[in-house]
């Protein structure tokens, strides 16, 4: 398996509150990526990012903001939580050429809670 | 923008039966198709892939054609097993290739 650490693995926080979500990799990829998972809706991008400090928004980006300082760490931060993340986080890396020519291996998932 | 269409699940079938999930995509030029899939309370692995027109993409039985003709990419297994239980998802990545645009997925369920 491909060295991915999500941390934590479960969450409940209040709505209003930041929440940070990490992930770590052991495999030196270029590539990191927050998909969030939704009944209905299968996996959609958040944020992508594709070398330290470069990051582009995916598809649903607002309320999210992330960082890489390290080519190992990729933080997802939510300012402040709504209901509607509430929702399973997964993180993605991919080698040097990115999704297309490389797979996209995955974390096991954080599953948060706003209430 | 690009997209990518799966039947609705839930498919339930019987081991040793055969499997089909249909894909369709919408996408300019000439993206690259991919299925994953999810067991339960794990991430997501990559399955087979197939990354020009007519190339077929098989693993573990599976296989898929990449038909440019008709935008799609379905997937079939010939004999399935109570293991193959899980969700699938099909995805494309476009020329770019920054990120894979996914399906809704599809629940498979096999019983013996």
């Known amino acids: 398996d491909a060295g991915i650490t999500q941390s934590p693995r479960h969450k409940v926080t209040e709505t209003g509150t930041p929440v940070t979500l990490r992930c770590h990799q052991t495999?030196?990829?270029?590539?990191m990526y927050w998909y969030r998972q939704d009944p209905g809706h299968g996996l959609r991008l958040i944020h992508y990012s594709y070398g330290v400090k470069d990051t582009d928004k995916g598809e649903v980006s607002d309320g999210y903001s992330v960082s890489r300082s390290k080519t190992e760490d990729f933080l997802l931060t939510l300012e402040s939580a709504t209901s509607s993340q509430t929702s399973v986080y997964f993180c993605?890396?991919?080698?040097?050429?990115?999704?297309?020519?490389?797979?996209?291996?995955f974390g096991n998932g954080t599953r948060l809670t706003v209430t | 923008g690009d997209s990518v269409t799966q039947m609705e699940g839930p498919v339930t079938l019987s081991e040793e039966a055969f499997l089909t999930i249909n894909c369709t995509y919408t996408?300019?030029?000439?993206?690259?198709l991919f299925w994953y899939v999810q067991y339960p309370g794990e991430g997501l692995q990559l399955l087979l892939k197939?990354?020009?027109?007519?190339d077929k993409g098989s693993n573990k039985g599976f296989e898929a054609t990449y038909r440019k003709e008709t935008t799609s990419f379905h997937l079939e297994k010939g004999s399935v097993q109570v293991s193959d239980s899980a969700v699938y998802f099909c995805a494309l990545s476009d020329q770019a290739g920054t990120a894979l645009t996914f399906g809704k997925g599809t629940t498979l369920s096999v019983s013996s």
């Open positions: 197939a990354t020009k027109a007519d």
């Open positions: 996408a300019t030029g000439y993206p690259s």
């Open positions: 993605a890396i991919s080698e040097t050429q990115g999704a297309r020519n490389s797979p996209l291996h």
């Open positions: 495999e030196n990829h270029r590539y």
